[in-house]
């Protein structure tokens, strides 16, 4: 089979120009429930942000999508006092899998210098501060995105919670309650999952527990959140709810080797463990890291706790050509501040 990078940097990212005189950039970070826009002042230091509604084009339609996303826009220039045109770039990064229908519609209402990604790529800037590395997202999804030393990039995983999502609070969430089922039929060990699932979704058996699963029907995020219940089984020594993590390690990991494999990474770079996912702690970071020592001995492996939007920025600012002016501490520390401002 011949096989191409499903996700790719736009030539902007990988062969920047050199814009000397620009002074604002944006950065948008669009997803399945909100979208957050944010302009950063290169010569202030400071970062104004807009806000709209969902732009994740599975969820809600190119067009609609779109809409969100210009709503975020405009609000953060208005708030920057400027006009689109003072912009020297703007990256918008969303979530879903045509990137390509939103890119049409934004190519037709914004200039060229308005670039669109996929949500991935902003993850592996936030993990890797866009230089070679590997960003893992395990959220309510999961995937798996990096980028080779010589610009070569692949995307591993990401097929989504009925072919996919491996790794996932939602592929936890459904592989427990599988679990207790098994515990029910006797067809597998016995688990404390029966009583949480039982416990957590108010239901007066297991059986019932599955029922709701079809009958509500329960969305990927209410299955999703059940992990949780699955970590602090795992870390009470739940030797099922154990397994399933070292499963989900397991399953990560034969994506991340494809990753750094395709992109030709070796020696020391960064994995950047990103999303709710990661939360359980040692019982899955644990697993997983002795994992990718197999295949990867020298990669660093850490946690990512910063704002998507920051990764939006950096590669904004990078399609400039002034990628020293900035770092991804600084801007997360400006936009949490925003925030909460």
């Keep these: 089979m011949d096989r191409e990078s499903l996700v790719k940097l736009p030539s902007s990212l990988v062969h920047p ?28 230091g400071t970062v104004h942000l807009g ?11 190119a067009q609609a999508a779109v809409a969100a996303l210009l709503q975020a826009a ?103 309650i599988r679990a207790a089922l098994r515990d029910l039929d006797a067809s597998g060990p016995p688990t404390g999952l029966s009583d949480a699932v039982r416990e957590y979704f108010g239901a007066p058996s297991v059986e019932a527990a599955a029922t709701s699963v079809y009958s509500r029907p329960m969305t990927k995020g209410d299955i999703a959140a059940f992990a949780i219940e699955t970590g602090r089984l795992a870390d009470e020594g739940d030797a099922v709810a154990i397994g399933l993590y070292e499963e989900a390690a397991e399953l990560l990991a034969g994506q991340i080797a494809a990753v750094v494999r395709l992109t030709g990474l070796t020696g020391e770079f960064p994995v950047g463990l990103i999303g709710s996912g990661f939360r359980a702690g040692d019982v899955f970071t644990g697993p997983l890291t002795r994992e990718i020592a197999r295949f990867a001995p020298q990669a660093g492996i850490e946690r990512v706790e910063i704002a998507p939007v920051a990764g939006s920025l950096i590669l904004a600012i990078r399609a400039c050509g002034r990628s020293g002016d900035a770092t991804l501490a600084d801007l997360s520390d400006l936009i949490s501040g925003a925030v909460r401002g």
Excluded: C
């Design 74 to 176: 405009d609000e953060a220039v208005g708030r920057a006092g400027i006009t689109n045109e003072d912009l020297g770039s703007a990256v918008l990064a969303i979530a879903g899998t045509d990137t390509d229908a939103v890119l049409r519609e934004v190519r037709a209402a914004r200039p060229e210098a308005w670039v669109v990604v996929n949500d991935v790529v902003a993850a592996w800037a936030t993990a890797t501060s866009a230089g070679p590395g590997v960003a893992v997202i395990s959220g309510t999804g999961s995937n798996v995105f990096g980028v080779g030393p010589d610009g070569r990039t692949w995307r591993s995983g990401g097929w989504g919670h009925v072919l996919g999502d491996e790794g996932s609070g939602y592929w936890l969430g459904v592989h427990s």
């Design 51 to 61: 806000h709209g509604g969902p732009s994740n084009q599975d969820a809600v339609g």
């Design 17 to 44: 120009g050199e814009r000397s005189g620009a002074r604002f950039v944006m950065g948008i970070d669009g997803g399945a429930t909100k979208t957050l826009a944010a302009v950063y002042d290169l010569t202030a």
